[in-house]
């Protein structure tokens, strides 16, 4: 992995080799043992410079983000570590908070993913946030509202988009109800439930695809309605992967 490691393992933002072996010696067992996934695309994803991975929530916890970001360290070559902005709660979980950033997985805030990328890194972003994942099992293919701050920051930065379409995480955690109000009890966006009542994962095949990378124009300091419409063409991009994909698997059982 292409990390500025110090003689000590970790890098200048504290991105810690030793708690990164760890951490995928366990996701390599999720990723190829229990839920097998499957990756298609992986060469769009730019071997070195910066570039922002795009795409859908899926699935009661984020084990979307979890498997991103294990795929582009075992299918590329050399790895590459995929940094995301983790949702804000995390930092209150003291042991949760440790590991997420010794793991490359900061704070979602503005200048943390304008620094990471003028670094050449490579970004992890959900534009659907929390809503994505809090997503029904009938809804599973859906995609809410994106937020916009993703598209100013790839025009401020100059960062091409990598559209991905992630398969299989709502059925992976099949979510009938949301519990908000425990939710908020417990500092946290949500409790999600199950038939089986706790959110744990099901052994079910996962797939991740990536797109051709998107490369907009501008500042980032545009009009709100530019914005909305680049925002859509990169929306309609990931819709257009789920929905081919979500019919080959089906036509191939």
């Known amino acids: 992995m292409e990390l500025p490691f110090n003689a000590y393992g970790v890098d200048p933002y504290g991105v810690s080799k030793w708690h990164l072996r760890i951490v995928f010696e366990a ?27 795009v795409g859908n929530h899926s699935g009661g916890v984020a084990v979307d983000g979890a498997m991103i970001v294990t795929s582009c360290f075992l299918e590329m070559e050399p790895p590459r ?16 908070s440790t590991w997420t ?14 620094r990471l990328l003028e670094e050449d890194r490579l970004l992890m972003v959900f534009p659907e946030g929390a809503r994505g994942t809090a997503k029904l099992y009938p809804h599973r293919y859906d995609l809410v ?6 598209m100013r ?20 955690i099949p979510t009938v109800a949301n519990l908000y109000g ?29 797109g051709e990378p998107m490369v ?8 709100d309605v ?3 419409g680049y925002v859509e063409q990169v929306k309609s991009r990931i819709a257009g992967i789920i929905e081919q994909r979500r019919h080959e698997r089906w036509e191939g059982r």
């Open 153 to 172: 920051l790839a025009l401020k930065t100059r960062s091409p988009i990598v559209p991905f379409g992630f398969l299989g995480g709502g059925a992976a």
């Open 27 to 53: 996701m390599s067992f999720f990723y190829r043992q229990y839920f097998r996934v499957r990756c298609h695309g992986i060469e769009n994803v730019p071997a070195r410079g910066r570039a922002m991975l």
């Open 182 to 210: 425990l939710g908020r009890l417990l500092g946290v966006p949500y409790v999600p439930v199950t038939p089986y009542l706790l959110p744990l994962p099901l052994p079910v095949p996962l797939e991740i695809h990536y």
């Open 145 to 150: 509202d994106f937020g916009t701050g993703f």
């Open 226 to 228: 530019v914005i909305q």
């Open 101 to 114: 950033s010794r793991c490359g997985q900061f704070p979602g805030l503005p200048e943390h993913a304008v």
């Open 216 to 223: 907009f124009e501008g500042t980032g300091n545009e009009d």
């Open 81 to 96: 570590l995929a940094q995301g902005m983790a949702e804000k709660f995390i930092n209150a979980m003291p042991v949760a």
